[in-house]
């Protein structure tokens, strides 16, 4: 349930066509809705805009049957982060329709697809092993409604890669970083352009890389102005900012 289909539901309700009974039906589920030992928050898209994401990992597969079950029969549009094959297994044995994403590890299925922002989110990297991390980004932020474009591989070590994009950097809404190693690529980036960017540490690199905190540690230091900066390979928070600031836009 979002804005719109709350308020055509009421306007029905206005207009005769749908009894107060059936509505009443239709919103007895809300806030939200109680399964076995899972609570999927219907009033999220009312809230925020978008239906609730379900990270799938840890979750056992009864619980994710459920989850895609309720999604399914309601026609929400859903998006499973951190999915694996297994799990894109069970939810095409429920709706055969779902989009897989094997990079990103996302499942989803848009059952009435979001207004378009008016601007694109620009995914970076700065390697081809940072690319599950942005394609996580890329999924969450095209599910929102937000038109996506990649410039994958362009980091420090061979920084002529990135200038020859001057223009990809100043057109976009929004950019998302994703670096491992030093993370360095997030503050040149915020020096090329006055674009928002989102900077995602990723746990790529040798041993004093220390699983992305090194990156991590780099960027929050970044000496750039306009990086906000995500956790560690936290592509789903990145990509969910970006569509939210291009969202703003369309005002």
């Known amino acids: 349930m979002n804005g719109d289909k709350l308020r055509e539901l009421l306007e029905s309700v206005g207009r005769g066509d749908v009894s107060v009974d059936e509505a009443c039906e239709r919103l007895k589920t809300l806030p939200f809705e109680e399964l076995d030992g899972v609570k999927l928050d219907h009033h999220r898209a009312l809230r925020k805009g978008f239906p609730e994401v379900v990270y799938s990992e840890g979750k056992s597969e009864e619980h994710l049957k459920e989850i895609v079950k309720t999604y399914a029969a309601r026609r929400v549009?859903?998006?499973?982060?951190?999915?694996?094959?297994?799990?894109?297994?069970?939810?095409?044995?429920?709706?055969?329709?779902?989009?897989?994403?094997?990079?990103?590890?996302?499942?989803?299925?848009?059952?009435?697809?979001?207004?378009?922002?008016?601007?694109?989110?620009?995914?970076?990297?700065?390697?081809?092993?940072?690319?599950?991390?942005?394609?996580?980004?890329?999924?969450?932020?095209?599910?929102?409604?937000?038109?996506?474009?990649?410039?994958?591989d362009v980091g420090v070590a061979g920084i002529h890669r990135l200038l020859g994009n001057r223009e990809k950097l100043d057109s976009a809404g929004a950019i998302v970083v994703a670096a491992g190693m030093e993370g360095a690529l997030a503050?040149?980036?915020?020096?090329?352009?006055?674009?928002?960017?989102?900077?995602?540490?990723?746990?790529?690199?040798?041993?004093?890389?220390?699983?992305?905190?090194?990156?991590?540690?780099?960027?929050?230091?970044?000496?750039?102005p306009g990086v906000a900066v995500v956790n560690i390979d936290n592509g789903f928070g990145a990509g969910y900012f970006a569509a939210v600031i291009c969202r703003e836009l369309n005002s």
Not at 104 to 113: L, Q
Not at 194 to 211: C, D, H, L, N, W
């Open 77 to 152: 549009n859903m998006l499973l982060t951190r999915a694996g094959e297994r799990v894109a297994e069970l939810a095409r044995e429920i709706e055969p329709g779902v989009e897989y994403n094997a990079a990103a590890r996302t499942v989803r299925m848009i059952y009435d697809p979001p207004q378009v922002c008016a601007k694109r989110a620009l995914i970076v990297t700065a390697g081809t092993s940072d690319i599950p991390v942005a394609e996580e980004a890329l999924v969450t932020a095209e599910s929102m409604g937000c038109p996506v474009e990649r410039l994958y």
């Open 187 to 224: 503050s040149v980036v915020g020096g090329l352009t006055g674009r928002p960017i989102i900077a995602v540490p990723t746990s790529v690199g040798y041993g004093a890389s220390f699983k992305g905190i090194s990156a991590l540690l780099g960027m929050l230091n970044t000496c750039a």
